[in-house]
């Protein structure tokens, strides 16, 4: 039986393309500066992204974490997201590390902050207050089903919070899967935040790696808390290699996948017993929830050779590289299957209880 892996865009494997680069790689001490490969790739990246600088990082999560340490003083307050991957998903870091309070707003069901809330949120002098210096926002959303969140709508956030010397930092992991959407070049998507952080190593199928993108004096901030971090590497090129060929060659294919999770999701919505608005997914996450039991749907899931993950209180399943339309298909037959179980061992369940007779 095929496995399916629906877990994340993160379980990617290298192209051979990719594999070939890492052999090839001419190397250096990155940590003089020295690594062409990884020279190149910043390069490439503060030109894809519109910024003046970039920075190889290990992770989406250190990525967020640099950025805030180079942004932040400790016992600054960041506004977030109600449901952002560096509240929910990066292990306090921004609180244990760099020392900022987070104060969360909400966002709505795509990822958006009302402009009006965020400057509510906003500190005034007061002696009590901690100084408000970072928005984060977050797009392509996770929690929020992928939702791309548009350049207007980071202009209006931008107008509350610029004026008040209040810079935004974007956690992009997936940014790319957002301009594939918009059909707009990145530099166009972000030209109102001030610094970001995208993910090689999700849709865009690289081992390792993230990039840090801002202005230089920004970035050298950034390199040295990068150090600080333990995230110097040496002859990174090998990782760099990758990212080169990712951003000439993995970024507009992205489209199949959001092809792939709109199929994905409209299949799942003619499946009795489980709940999803596919008009929600735009990109490659595919996010809904089940009746009965959703452990017992996923384990089934499992078993039957489809492994994804929970988010929220939903299931999560995400569409990548390693992905063909037949896998969706496929995974939308085996979930019917587990589905039908799940119905039938709940209308077995409620008849033993005297339930659901007439
Ligand atoms: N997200 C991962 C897991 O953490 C759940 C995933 O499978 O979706 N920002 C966003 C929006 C992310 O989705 C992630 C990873 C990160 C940051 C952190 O990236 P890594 O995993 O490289 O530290």
Not at 122 to 127: C, V, Y
Not at 142 to 153: H, I, W
Not at 230 to 238: K, S
Request: charged share 20%; hydrophobic share 40%; with cysteine.
């Amino acid at each position: 039986m095929r496995v399916i892996d629906l877990r994340s865009d993160t379980v990617t494997l290298p192209t051979p393309e990719m594999r070939k680069a890492m052999y090839e790689a001419e190397l250096g001490d990155d940590v003089f500066g020295e690594d062409p490969t990884v020279n190149r790739l910043q390069e490439m990246a503060a030109e894809v992204t519109g910024k003046e600088a970039a920075l190889l990082v290990s992770s989406g999560t250190q990525g967020n974490l640099v950025s805030i340490l180079a942004r932040c003083h400790r016992g600054d307050e960041i506004i977030v997201g109600s449901d952002a991957h560096i509240f929910l998903g990066e292990v306090g870091g921004a609180a244990a590390l760099a020392g900022v309070q987070l104060r969360l707003v909400s966002n709505d069901e795509h990822g958006m902050m009302a402009p009006q809330a965020v400057r509510e949120a906003i500190r005034g002098p007061n002696i009590h207050n901690p100084p408000t210096t970072l928005l984060c926002i977050e797009n392509t959303h996770n929690r929020c089903s992928g939702a791309v969140v548009t350049p207007d709508q980071i202009a209006s956030l931008a107008a509350v919070v610029h004026p008040q010397g209040i810079s935004i930092h974007l956690d992009g992991a997936r940014v790319f899967n957002a301009a594939v959407y918009l059909e707009l070049p990145v530099k166009e998507l972000v030209k109102d935040v001030d610094d970001l952080s995208f993910c090689l190593s999700k849709g865009l199928a690289c081992p390792v790696g993230s990039l840090i993108c801002g202005t230089k004096e920004f970035v050298e901030r950034a390199r040295k808390w990068r150090k600080v971090v333990g995230g110097g590497m040496r002859q990174a090129g090998i990782i760099a290699a990758c990212g080169v060929v990712a951003l000439q060659t993995m970024v507009q294919r992205l489209a199949e996948d959001h092809e792939n999770a709109h199929v994905l999701a409209e299949g799942l919505a003619h499946v009795p017993g489980v709940h999803i608005n596919p008009r929600r997914v735009q990109t490659n996450i595919v996010i809904f929830t089940v009746d009965g039991s959703r452990e017992e749907f996923v384990a089934r899931l499992a078993e039957g050779g489809v492994k994804v993950t929970t988010s929220g209180d939903g299931i999560r399943m995400v569409t990548h590289y390693g992905i063909m339309r037949q896998d969706v298909e496929e995974a939308l037959v085996r979930a019917a299957k587990v589905a039908r179980g799940q119905a039938s061992a709940g209308s077995i369940a409620s008849l033993s209880h005297g339930k659901g007779r007439a």
